[in-house]
């Protein structure tokens, strides 16, 4: 059964960018409710470990260092289905394969640099709340 939340993170290259406003407001127009959010800054450590799953594939490196360059803008999103929805509304991981008119195909700009990030099952969407926010953060 799905879920109805899902995390992403409006990764380094859009906050530098200035992306942030028209992101969230791409995730507001498609149905999401924002009920937790937060600017931050992952340190090299927290981004290893919020990436340990790729961390013996040959991007591990370079994941972590771009994930730690700059500030993010963290957010738990509510939705019926959240998870695939939401997939559905960043695009394809390389922004040249998105669909017209998603996250990505707009402000991305390479695979590595892809604007946002999206949990990929509902089990990692849990993971990845949790790692971001106290339950004192989330609000319904």
């Known amino acids: 059964m799905a879920t109805n939340r899902t995390l992403t993170m409006i990764k ?3 906050v530098r960018n200035g992306h942030i406003g028209a992101i969230l407001e791409q995730i507001n127009a498609a149905g999401f409710k924002i009920v937790a959010m937060k600017y931050t800054k992952l340190s090299t450590e927290k981004a290893g470990e919020f990436y340990a799953v790729h961390r013996e594939r040959p991007f591990y490196g370079e994941l ?3 994930m730690s360059s700059g500030p993010i803008v ?3 999103l509510e939705k019926d289905n959240a998870v695939e929805d939401f997939r559905t509304l960043i695009g394809a991981t390389n922004p040249a394969d998105a669909a017209p008119g998603t996250i990505r195909a ?3 700009t390479s695979i590595g640099e ?3 990030h999206g949990s990929d099952s509902d089990e990692n969407a849990a993971i990845e709340g949790s790692f971001h926010f106290a339950g004192t953060e989330v609000f319904a």
């Open 74 to 76: 963290a957010a738990i």
């Open 106 to 108: 707009k402000y991305a």
């Open 12 to 14: 380094p290259d859009a």
């Open 64 to 66: 972590v260092e771009f």
């Open 114 to 116: 892809n604007a946002v």
